[in-house]
């Protein structure tokens, strides 16, 4: 009895682990009045073990579990808990934008689907990337991975993380492509030079790339508490400068306005207000020091942005997503 009980809250201490990372319980119906034709005991156990192993760090046996689940009992709570672990992996943005649309042709109205849509906001916001496309001359037609965009260079649109491919083509011009990598929320602006029908040869794909793509890395970032630890140092030191200088002018007044003061305590005060002004000019040092570095820290993503070499993408939804 004793290890029955144990193994009844070890499995529920699972399933809550899970739950906090965003998965639905595998005994919640995503259907409350749909009859759903299936062993859902054995669905419940797979991925109970899906659980398990995404908990341990391992996705890929956690999706195959999930899989199986659904399988063996087609509740879409299941495809919904399969996007959850897609979007967990790096570099699978499209996959699990992929999974969650299954799971909404099968949810239609569920009880999990206002959730999961909030989830693809955030998912589209982080993986959608914003990019400048410019050619020279300007006034190209682009095609992103095999999908036309709306318009012509320059244009602004939204790509997909990951490696894209892009073609920009122009009457009487060769037509250039160029292939990389775009980064997760990281802005991009792409430059395609192009070369005229009839006069030197083309770029090959390769040598596009490394002459005529350029990219706008994401600006240096300063931590937050960098920011805050330097402005606090600020606050503090001028307030210790103000502090000081309040007790060296105490000291000098009353030196000035005590003449029965002997001449060696009159020297004493005298030098104890001395000290008091000098300590006071320090702290006002230190605190304009980290008054221009807490300035120079906020300007950091402005005064270090640099341009380097990167690529191109497809178009958003919204702005059209490119598949």
Request: charged share 20%; net charge neutral; glycine share 8%.
């Amino acid at each position: 009895m004793t290890m029955v009980r144990m193994k009844f809250w070890a499995s529920r201490v699972v399933i809550a682990t899970s739950l906090a990372a965003g998965f639905s319980a595998p005994w919640s119906s995503a259907h409350a009045q749909t009859v759903i034709k299936g062993d859902k005991k054995k669905a419940e156990e797979r991925q109970k073990a899906a659980f398990r192993a995404i908990n341990s760090g391992d996705l890929d046996t956690g999706l195959v579990e999930l899989q199986a689940a659904y399988l063996a009992y087609p509740d879409p709570k299941f495809l919904y808990n399969i996007a959850v672990a897609q979007e967990q992996k790096p570099n699978n943005c499209r996959v699990a934008h992929q999974a969650y649309e299954d799971f909404f042709a099968k949810c239609e109205g569920c009880r999990t689907e206002k959730l999961a849509r909030s989830r693809v906001e955030r998912l589209l916001t982080r993986c959608l990337v914003p990019m400048t496309i410019k050619s020279v001359p300007s006034g190209a037609s682009v095609i992103i991975d095999g999908k036309k965009a709306e318009g012509v260079t320059p244009m602004v649109t939204r790509v997909w993380a990951g490696e894209r491919k892009v073609v920009a083509e122009l009457d009487g011009y060769q037509t250039t492509e160029a292939v990389a990598a775009v980064l997760e929320a990281t802005p991009r602006d792409v430059i395609i030079e192009l070369v005229k029908t009839g006069s030197l040869p083309g770029p090959t794909p390769s040598e596009s790339l490394a002459v005529t793509t350029v990219s706008k890395q994401a600006e240096p970032s300063v931590p937050s508490w960098a920011i805050w630890t330097s402005a606090a140092a600020a606050v503090v030191a001028g307030g210790v400068g103000i502090g000081l200088g309040v007790a060296a002018q105490s000291e000098a007044d009353s030196v000035n306005s005590n003449a029965n003061l002997r001449p060696s305590a009159r020297a004493q005060q005298g030098d104890d207000a001395e000290s008091l002004a000098t300590g006071a000019n320090v702290a006002y040092a230190v605190a304009g020091a980290a008054a221009i570095t807490t300035v120079v820290l906020l300007l950091w993503p402005e005064l270090a942005g640099s341009d380097a070499p990167g690529t191109v993408g497809p178009t958003s939804s919204g702005v059209s997503i490119a598949w």
